[in-house]
Nanobody
Framework: QVQLVESGGGSVQAGGSLRLSCAAS????????MGWYRQAPGKQRELVAD???????RYADSVKGRFTISRDNANNTVYLQMNSLKPEDTAVYYC??????????????WGQGTQVTVSS
C-alpha cells in the first residue's frame, strides 16, 4: 500500500515561508511523479507543482518564482518550499503520487492534507 503523510503546515504572516514535507511509503518511490495540490474554500482543487522521475517540474502560474518542489528519492520524501506567501495561498495542501511515471490523469494516491493559513 502507498501512504503519504504531509507535515510542515501551519499559520504564517504574508511574506513568510513554510516548507511542506511528504513522507511516502510503498515500493519504488523513485518510479513515480510526485505532486502537490491544494484546495481553498470555494475554489476548485488545483495543481500547485509536480516533479517527475527525471526531475522535471511544473508549477501553477500563481506560484512560479515563489514555490519550489523537490524530491529526495533516497529518503522517499518530496518537499514544497513556499516563499513570499500570500493570503491567497491559504488552502489545504495535499501530497500526491501518480499511478505512472508520467503525470497522466489525476494522481492515484493522496495524503490527508495539511492546512496552510497565510494572514495579512
Amino acid at each position: 500500500q502507498v501512504q503519504l503523510v504531509e507535515s510542515g503546515g501551519g499559520s504564517v504572516q504574508a511574506g513568510g515561508s513554510l516548507r511542506l514535507s511528504c513522507a511516502a511509503s510503498g515500493r519504488t518511490f523513485s518510479s513515480y511523479t510526485m505532486g502537490w495540490y491544494r484546495q481553498a474554500p470555494g475554489k476548485q482543487r488545483e495543481l500547485v507543482a509536480d516533479i517527475t522521475v527525471s526531475g522535471s517540474t511544473r508549477y501553477a502560474d500563481s506560484v512560479k518564482g515563489r514555490f519550489t518542489i523537490s524530491r529526495d528519492n533516497a529518503n522517499n520524501t518530496v518537499y514544497l518550499q513556499m516563499n513570499s506567501l500570500k493570503p491567497e495561498d491559504t488552502a489545504v495542501y495535499y501530497c500526491t503520487r501518480y499511478a505512472r511515471a508520467i503525470p497522466q490523469g489525476s494522481p492515484a494516491y493522496w495524503g490527508q492534507g495539511t492546512q496552510v493559513t497565510v494572514s495579512s
